[in-house]
């Protein structure tokens, strides 16, 4: 079995081919390949914590993975990450464990190349400025995304805690080259901006539709039914809205649950990545309309990148070999 480490995949698989690995996968994603039983979500309050377990398995790529991540808020106060967590990949055919790898990685990775992939189909093509809302290593792989579609000369970033967005911006331009700018609220951070990204696990709306400019194309990667990024103004503003996989985030995504249960908008309104991929070509039409790509993740993007991950080790003898 080969193990996998955050440093290693990080060398196997850089964000632009990510963008790229995910784009494949949204091209020839077909449900009747893959069996994804809905997430195990397990709520920890008084530690404020939360797990998830996420199995899948595919007769396309002949794999079964199952997923272990979770997330505790109160981390960083002991210096130790807000996430931790491993995916274990087998053989379908014989069950034979394959690798063990770091998660958090893979997690991050796939996420900010759907907003990626989203970002290169429905924002303008001359789009050079991101306004983000967060500070987080989900925040940072999608603004490497971003960087990866478009070229993004520019990211004005909004956090809660005035070191973060600092020394976010601080490295942002050591390490990207662009301009950064840390903002002291989240409308200074985004008014005005051609891509604007929440990358938050806010319980409350962090993004008001009134701050939105036109022509903007909005990524929101909020998370669990009980978590609202995005208010009802922005849902009301999108001619568009774009879901990584319908599905769950109509089950998952609680400001899109809010929108339905408003009747601010149906299921229908909602356009899948896949359908917007296989069509091959810019869903907007017109430079002022504004977009919107909601994402929470599903375990077939887990089992692909994985898979992906664990062949490109085998080609260039990565990673580190155990027996089971």
């Known amino acids: 079995m080969l193990l996998l480490s955050r440093a290693a995949l990080a060398q196997l698989l850089p964000m632009k081919n990510v963008v790229e690995i995910t784009e494949d996968f949204f091209r020839s994603f077909s449900p009747s390949e893959y069996t994804t039983p809905q997430r195990v979500v397990v709520q920890m309050p008084e530690r ?3 797990w998830l377990f996420m199995p899948a398995y595919s007769t ?3 794999k079964v993975t199952v997923k272990i991540i979770n997330e505790y808020l109160a981390n960083p106060q002991y210096s130790l990450p807000k996430a931790f967590g491993m995916l274990v990949l087998f053989d379908l055919e014989r069950g034979l464990p394959l690798a063990l790898m770091d998660s958090v990685y893979i997690t991050e990775a796939r996420t900010g190349a759907m907003s990626g992939v989203a970002t290169r189909y429905m924002a303008r093509e001359d789009s050079t400025s991101v306004g983000l809302i967060g500070s987080g290593i989900q925040a940072w792989a999608q603004l490497e995304a971003m960087l990866a579609v478009r070229g993004v000369e ?10 973060n967005r600092e020394r976010f911006c601080e490295r ?12 002291d609220s989240p409308r200074k951070a985004v008014e005005g901006r051609d891509i604007v990204i929440t990358a938050t696990n806010s319980e409350k709306p962090v993004l008001s539709g009134e701050w939105i400019s036109r022509g903007a194309h909005v990524n929101s990667i909020g998370v669990l039914p009980n978590r609202r990024e995005l208010d009802e103004e922005t849902i009301r503003k999108a ?6 996989m319908r599905e769950f985030v109509i089950k998952e995504a609680g ?7 408003s009747g601010i908008i149906g299921q229908s309104d909602i356009m899948e990545l896949s359908a917007v991929v296989r069509e091959g070509r810019s869903i907007r039409e017109s430079r ?8 929470v993740g599903f375990a077939a993007i887990d089992l692909f990148t994985a898979s992906e991950a664990y062949r490109i080790a085998r080609e260039r003898g990565a990673g580190v070999e155990v027996e089971f």
Request: charged share 20%; proline share 4%; no cysteine.
């Open 48 to 50: 404020r914590a939360v």
């Open 60 to 62: 396309a790529q002949s």
């Open 154 to 163: 520019e990211v004005h970033v909004f956090s809660p805690t005035k070191a």
């Open 172 to 183: 942002a331009a050591h390490e990207l080259g662009i301009r950064a700018t840390p903002y």
């Open 239 to 244: 001619s568009k809205i774009v879901a990584d």
């Open 255 to 261: 400001d899109i649950i809010h929108a339905i249960n």
């Open 288 to 295: 002022d309309e504004i977009t919107l790509f909601k994402s």
